[in-house]
């Protein structure tokens, strides 16, 4: 009875061992808001984001984009001030009255040139991707620029077409390295050009900021808002669709991206080989009683 007992302890231990290798772990989601800030306004001074009367980001200068931070949900004011300024100062722009919602995301722009600013709020998507897929926004941010196709080197469609000022493009495209021209709407003037290697499972932003006549010259930002879920390598070759990703196994542990078995897989063998010793255990303490 006694070896029962001993028995059926290491198998519950056993068991215990195997099921926690093999469980997922979660965090709560706390209904958080982030927003971060940009001056794309070429020419104009750094500047103090206040929100509420409160000083919120400091010293915001073109071309930066700050991080993001994490203010309630809710109804918010909004005022812009020159770096370093009496918060009674006037303001440079109208203060702007926005609203924040759980568990979304934002980026406040400043658009235009001093002294006609104006501050937009665009709601950013940092939900997980298509399956070997980078997502990538584009903004238009050049006040004198025209209206811009997006187009990728060696590929005969653009997936931006005449993108006009403050205008937004959205694209979903299969990791890896690209070069994307951005070409004067319906001609091949190339304005500017980007290359960039996308990961898979990321998301990005590209901000086209400058002047074309005039100084600051003319160019675009790159910016990594998140990777919300596992990354692949996708150094894959334009043109070349990649290896379907078996389902049951993390994107980041299939045999295509180098491990032989996935992390599932390793818990499962662990467990058992830990039952194994076990059952082994027990045999040969038995026999040796018998003795």
Known sequence: MKNWRNFGLAFGVTLFVLLGMGAPSTQADGGVVHVRMMNASPGSPPADVYLDG?????????????????????????????AGSDPKTPAVIP?????????????????????ALEVVRLEDNKM???QNKARVRF????????????????????????????GTAIASLTGGPYSIDLRQSGTPNILGNISINLECGAVYTLVAIGVINGEPRFGIIPVKDATPGPTTPCNIP??????????????????????????????????????????????????????
């Not at 078996?246 to 467990?271: D, H, I, Q």
């Open 128 to 130: 997980p991707t298509e």
């Open 139 to 166: 903004i238009h941010a050049s006040p004198d620029a025209p209206g811009l196709d997006l187009c990728v080197v060696g590929q005969a469609n653009c997936f931006g077409s005449n993108l006009g000022y403050k």
């Open 95 to 115: 203060d702007v009255t926005t609203v924040f919602e759980q568990n979304k995301d934002y980026t406040l722009i400043v658009f235009g040139k001093m002294p």
């Open 54 to 82: 409160n000083l919120f980001f400091r010293n915001v200068s073109f071309p930066i984009i700050s991080a993001y931070e994490q203010p309630a949900a809710g109804n918010h004011t909004i005022r812009i001030l020159p």
């Open 238 to 291: 334009l043109g070349i669709t990649p290896t379907p990703v078996n389902k049951l196994c993390p994107p980041n542990s299939v045999p295509e991206c180098g491990a032989l078995l996935s992390p599932e897989a390793l818990a499962l063998l662990g467990g058992v080989g830990l039952f194994v010793l076990a059952i082994g255990f027990m045999v040969v303490r038995w026999q040796f009683k018998k003795l």
